[in-house]
């Protein structure tokens, strides 16, 4: 087994990864913190290649809530990647967008979600949504390839608009459900 | 084991000296005492003052110095603090931020709870810490003579600078900032952007 098909990077046919870049560059968006994920992988590579986006890969994600409060102190407008089982280590740091009124739109790749192969993903996967929602974070899915970019602009609007933590949860159906030759 | 009480520095005269003639600095201070000091010194809307999140004030202070490169940007926290954000030196590191400074006052204790030891009473060395993740710029503060030498580091903006103070653990008295987390960063969003800050969009 290839540790690809363990965490599924978008099919080259899907346009919603790119579609999520362009959205990030109409809304201004110019630190991108996270921590990576293969559903990611080709936004990322995107993002490292254009030279008016700082991209700060973090150790924790936690660490990009922190960014980007720092970001929206100097006027900068960020967002943040990551994987379902990172926003877990967001959990008290989201304190810190409630407390300021921080605009800290979050784009999340599902895991434990869909189709999951690792047993691992499935308890964070599972409470994901709760989590963020318990901490005031807005958020919304997005499960067709169709929905995630109007789904992302909307979490970026919101973000910015009504000075808040927002997320966008893409499901792990967008990425295409694993079967490992099963089927 | 290192004894602090022989060589440490009074914590606030410490702010107040690195404070001086500050210029359009931008101070980010963690949580707790670090809070309590850059608001006795003097609280200005260049001062964002932490109620929370621990562990963050390195990161902020990293989202800021991007965001605003030309202004100093400088970090001030507790070792507590400090401990519980080390993978953000880490990132700081591969950054290189250049216009970033991260001091720590270290008074090896947990102040907010109980005066409770910290690593660093143990040896935890943040300063070797830093080096390790990739500070090219480091200094170990433990005498008074070596605060105006930190000054100038602070101001220089050749790269990330890393430092640690050894501070004395004494409780001075509280000095508290606004408490209104969104007027703290309306403030300084306006004092760096003026008024449209209110209008970004």
Not at chain 1, 44 to 72: F, H, K, N, P
Not at chain 2, 14 to 21: I, K
Not at chain 2, 164 to 179: G, N, T
Request: a negative charge.
């Amino acid at each position: 087994m290839q540790a690809e098909q363990l965490d599924k990077a978008p099919d080259d046919a899907a346009t919603w990864p790119d579609q999520i870049y362009d959205l990030l560059k109409s809304h201004g968006i110019r630190q991108v913190a996270l921590v990576p994920d293969a559903g990611h992988s080709r936004l990322i590579r995107r993002c490292l290649a254009d030279d008016s986006m700082q991209v700060v890969t973090l150790t924790t994600e936690e660490e990009g809530i922190a960014m980007l409060l720092g970001a929206w102190l100097g006027g900068d407008k960020g967002v943040l990647l990551m994987q379902s089982s990172g926003v877990g280590n967001c959990i008290n740091m989201l304190s810190l967008g409630i407390l300021h009124r921080t605009p800290m739109p979050m784009i999340v790749t599902m895991r434990g979600d869909f189709g999951e192969f690792n047993p691992a993903q499935v308890p964070m996967g599972s409470a994901t949504q709760t989590v963020l929602e318990a901490m005031g974070t807005i958020v919304r899915r997005a499960d067709r390839p169709e929905d995630v970019a109007p789904t992302v602009n909307a979490t970026i609007r919101m973000a910015f608009n009504t000075f808040r933590p927002t997320a966008t949860l893409i499901g792990q159906r967008v990425l295409g459900a694993k079967t490992f030759g099963k089927d | 084991m290192a004894t602090a009480n022989t060589r440490a520095l009074d914590r606030r005269e410490l702010c107040r000296a690195v404070l001086a003639d500050r210029g359009d600095m931008l101070v980010v201070a963690g949580l707790g005492a670090p809070a309590w000091d850059i608001t006795a010194v003097g609280d200005c809307p260049e001062n964002l003052p932490l109620w929370g999140g621990m562990g963050a004030a390195a990161m902020i202070g990293l989202g800021l110095s991007i965001a605003q490169p030309r202004r100093t940007v400088l970090v001030i926290t507790g070792d507590g603090e400090m401990l519980m954000g080390l993978g953000s030196l880490a990132t700081i590191a591969v950054k290189r931020p250049p216009n970033l400074a991260i001091l720590v006052q270290d008074n090896e204790h947990y102040g907010e709870t109980g005066m409770q030891e910290t690593a660093t009473r143990y040896g935890v060395d943040l300063v070797a810490i830093a080096r390790g993740a990739g500070f090219a710029r480091t200094m170990l503060v433990t005498s008074a003579d070596q605060v105006a030498p930190l000054r100038e580091a602070i101001h220089a903006g050749a790269g990330p600078l890393f430092a640690v103070a050894k501070v004395d653990a004494a409780s001075l008295p509280l000095v508290l900032p606004p408490r209104d987390g969104a007027y703290l960063q309306a403030r300084m969003r306006e004092a760096v952007l003026g008024p449209e800050a209110h209008h970004q969009l």
